[in-house]
Structure formats: structure tokens, C-alpha cells
């Protein structure tokens, strides 16, 4: 069963619009086809998926507390997949929380699901990938970006209380209506540290992330935790440890076994590889008193 707090299932890939690859050697494809040939092969392998339902918390015994219209209800199932996910990280400056400032994914989900572009002229702080994604993305849409780039907080200073008017970079003031903050993103691994899972530091992999052994396994049971919710990484890397956490899940209640673990795996890739080795060498920094 698969419980997705969002009217569709996929993620990620339902607020984006630039290609993506599910591997190397694979063609970059559009992210809501994607989502609709891995939603497909879900349902053809038998999985229940319920949409608009929210998990609240997970306790002992991976009890779930699961929100949905009508009311809420305690679940327990016999293993837990976590892929919860993650999210942007925040920038604090002058101005910065003035309406018309933006999270890079809030504004990805105006422009692109919602089809709501909230003004003419961006400024986007940030840089790398995420921060370029976003750029495309409004041009896309017809905005203009005048500036993008990234400087230190006490060099930014947005103006206009009731709506942003201008971002001032150091000397230089520019007139802008939005103001995007594309700086990274974070693993969101509330759910399973609440049960008791330990956290590990790794900048590389988003900060904090939950500890976990090769099969994505958390220490304090049957749950298994993937994808950004496990250390932020690209789609093919969320992907393949999707398809570990599923196999291992899988296994660990006699339904597969140790070989197809192993095989699923190996055929994981290099991202897949380096981050399962990256996340042997962490050590705990915080855990959560389990109960």
C-alpha cells in the first residue's frame, strides 16, 4: 500500500518540467510520463495506492497514525518504506519573509501544476542545478530572470512590506515581483526519526540523514527509508533506492530473497553505489529515545 498525501502520486516529478534520466545509459524523458510508467508499473505489480492521505506519526511497533478525509485511523503494517522526501533550504536575509519571497520548489509548484506565475521579473539566490532548473522554469513560463546568483546574507535586502519591489545585491539594486531561494535542499526524515531512528551528518547528502545499512534498513525494525528522505540526490539515485527499499521490504517479510536484494542492488548504478558506501562511514550524531 502505498499512502501519498498529494491528489497524484509522484512527487518530485509532478512539479517539474524539464527532462530527466532514470539512468545513464537511459533517454532523458518528460518527469510526468515518468511518473505515469512508474505509477503504471506499480499498479500492475499489485500495489494499492492511496492518494489525499497523510501520515502524522509513526510509533512503536511502526504503528502509523494515518489522516484522511473522514478521520483518522491507526495502522501496522508488517514493514515500513519511508520516502518522505525533501525539502528546500532556507536563506534567511532582510526582507526575506516578505510575501512574493519563494521556497524554489513552492514557485516550481505555482508555475507548473498550478499554472500561476506570481510575477514578471524574478530574482533567484542561489546557485548549482536547482538554482538553473529553476531560472529555465521561468523563462518557461514568461517571466524574466534579471538576476540570479548568490551573495552573502547581509549583502541581500528585499524591499516593498506588502509585496516585493526590489532586491538590493551589495550596492546594486534591481526591480523584481518574486524572489526565489534555490540554495539545496534537505532530507526529510521526520517520520523515521520519530520511531527512532539515529541520525548521521553528511553535508554532501543534504546535513542530517537517517542512519541506515546497505538494504536502506533503519536499526530499530522493518522500516526502510529512501530517496531524498535518506540524503538528497538525483532522480535515477531516488529511483534505484526505491526499487532496494521495495525488494528489501520485500524480503524481510519472505516475499524475496537475500539474491534478488543483492541483484537489485548491483544493477543500481554508481550514484546508488557511492551513496550506499558514503552512509557506512557515518557515525550517529542524534537519536531519538525510542519507545
Same mark, same amino acid.
Request: aromatic share 4%; glycine share 12%; proline share 6%.
Given at each position: 500500500?502505498?499512502?501519498?498525501?498529494?491528489?497524484?502520486?509522484?512527487?518530485?516529478?509532478?512539479?517539474?518540467?524539464?527532462?530527466?534520466?532514470?539512468?545513464?545509459?537511459?533517454?532523458?524523458?518528460?518527469? =510526468?510520463?515518468?511518473?505515469?510508467?512508474?505509477? =503504471?508499473?506499480?499498479?500492475?505489480?499489485?500495489?494499492?495506492?492511496?492518494?489525499?492521505?497523510?501520515?502524522?506519526?509513526?510509533?512503536?511497533?511502526?504503528?502509523?497514525?494515518?489522516?484522511?478525509?473522514?478521520?483518522?485511523?491507526r495502522?501496522?503494517?508488517?514493514?515500513?518504506?519511508?520516502?518522505?522526501?525533501?525539502?528546500?533550504?532556507?536563506?534567511?536575509?532582510?526582507?526575506?519573509?516578505?510575501?512574493?519571497?519563494?521556497?524554489?520548489?513552492?514557485?516550481?509548484?505555482?508555475?507548473?501544476?498550478?499554472?500561476?506565475?506570481?510575477?514578471?521579473?524574478?530574482?533567484?539566490?542561489?546557485?548549482?542545478?536547482?538554482?538553473?532548473?529553476?531560472?529555465?522554469?521561468?523563462?518557461?513560463?514568461?517571466?524574466?530572470?534579471?538576476?540570479?546568483?548568490?551573495?552573502?546574507?547581509?549583502?541581500?535586502?528585499? =524591499?516593498?512590506?506588502?509585496?516585493?519591489r526590489?532586491?538590493?545585491?551589495?550596492q546594486?539594486?534591481?526591480?523584481? =515581483?518574486?524572489?526565489?531561494?534555490?540554495?539545496?535542499?534537505?532530507?526529510?526524515?521526520?517520520?523515521?526519526?520519530?520511531?527512532?531512528?539515529?541520525?548521521a551528518?553528511?553535508?554532501?547528502?543534504?546535513?542530517?540523514?537517517p542512519?541506515?545499512?546497505?538494504?536502506?534498513?533503519?536499526?530499530? /525494525?522493518?522500516?526502510?527509508?529512501? /530517496?531524498?528522505?535518506?540524503?538528497?540526490?538525483s532522480?535515477?539515485?531516488?529511483?534505484?533506492?526505491?526499487?532496494?527499499?521495495?525488494?528489501?521490504?520485500?524480503?524481510?517479510? /519472505?516475499?524475496?530473497?537475500?539474491?534478488?536484494?543483492?541483484?537489485?542492488?548491483?544493477a543500481?548504478?554508481?550514484?546508488?553505489?557511492?551513496r550506499?558506501?558514503?552512509?557506512?562511514?557515518?557515525?550517529?550524531?542524534?537519536?531519538?529515545?525510542?519507545?
Amino acid at each position: 500500500i502505498v499512502l501519498d498525501e498529494q491528489a497524484q502520486p509522484g512527487g518530485q516529478l509532478r512539479h517539474r518540467v524539464q527532462p530527466v534520466t532514470v539512468a545513464a545509459e537511459s533517454p532523458a524523458e518528460r518527469p =510526468d510520463r515518468l511518473a505515469e510508467r512508474l505509477v =503504471d508499473a506499480a499498479l500492475t505489480a499489485g500495489v494499492r495506492i492511496r492518494t489525499n492521505v497523510g501520515v502524522a506519526g509513526c510509533f512503536a511497533g511502526l504503528e502509523l497514525l494515518v489522516i484522511e478525509e473522514g478521520g483518522t485511523s491507526r495502522e501496522v503494517a508488517d514493514a515500513v518504506i519511508v520516502a518522505t522526501g525533501s525539502t528546500d533550504l532556507p536563506y534567511p536575509f532582510a526582507g526575506a519573509t516578505y510575501p512574493g519571497v519563494f521556497s524554489a520548489r513552492g514557485l516550481q509548484i505555482l508555475l507548473n501544476m498550478h499554472r500561476v506565475r506570481p510575477g514578471r521579473r524574478f530574482a533567484i539566490v542561489g546557485g548549482g542545478a536547482d538554482a538553473e532548473e529553476l531560472a529555465v522554469d521561468v523563462m518557461l513560463a514568461g517571466g524574466e530572470v534579471v538576476w540570479s546568483g548568490i551573495a552573502p546574507a547581509p549583502f541581500l535586502r528585499a =524591499d516593498g512590506a506588502e509585496g516585493v519591489r526590489s532586491i538590493a545585491v551589495g550596492q546594486d539594486s534591481y526591480a523584481v =515581483d518574486v524572489i526565489g531561494i534555490a540554495v539545496g535542499r534537505q532530507a526529510d526524515p521526520a517520520l523515521a526519526t520519530m520511531v527512532g531512528t539515529p541520525l548521521a551528518f553528511a553535508t554532501e547528502l543534504g546535513g542530517l540523514i537517517p542512519q541506515i545499512d546497505d538494504r536502506l534498513r533503519s536499526p530499530i /525494525g522493518p522500516m526502510f527509508i529512501a /530517496g531524498d528522505g535518506a540524503g538528497v540526490g538525483s532522480v535515477s539515485a531516488v529511483i534505484a533506492e526505491g526499487r532496494l527499499a521495495g525488494i528489501a521490504a520485500a524480503a524481510s517479510v /519472505g516475499l524475496a530473497s537475500d539474491d534478488d536484494v543483492a541483484a537489485v542492488r548491483a544493477a543500481g548504478g554508481p550514484e546508488l553505489a557511492w551513496r550506499l558506501a558514503r552512509r557506512s562511514t557515518l557515525q550517529a550524531v542524534s537519536v531519538q529515545p525510542y519507545q
